[in-house]
């Protein structure tokens, strides 16, 4: 049943193709995003769990 409606719908072979395009575009942008990022950013954020300083930060963190 799941089978002939699936094949009643015309062109549902490009959603497939559309989702793979979406998860590979998503993972190359991280990967480029993970080589770029400032070493500072990431060490900032690595030491943040051990900061029991509480700060208030009006927007985003700054480094």
């Given at each position: 049943?799941?089978?002939?409606?699936?094949?009643?719908i015309?062109?549902?072979?490009?959603?497939?193709?559309?989702?793979?395009?979406?998860?590979?575009?998503?993972?190359?942008?991280?990967?480029?995003?993970?080589?770029?990022?400032?070493?500072?950013?990431?060490?900032?954020?690595?030491?943040?769990?051990?900061?029991?300083?509480?700060?208030?930060?009006?927007?985003y963190?700054?480094?």
């Open positions: 049943m799941k089978k002939d409606i699936l094949s009643s015309e062109n549902i072979e490009i959603y497939p193709i559309i989702s793979l395009l979406i998860f590979v575009i998503f993972f190359i942008g991280m990967f480029i995003w993970v080589l770029r990022v400032d070493k500072k950013y990431i060490n900032h954020m690595k030491d943040m769990p051990f900061n029991d300083e509480l700060k208030k930060t009006s927007g963190e700054k480094i």
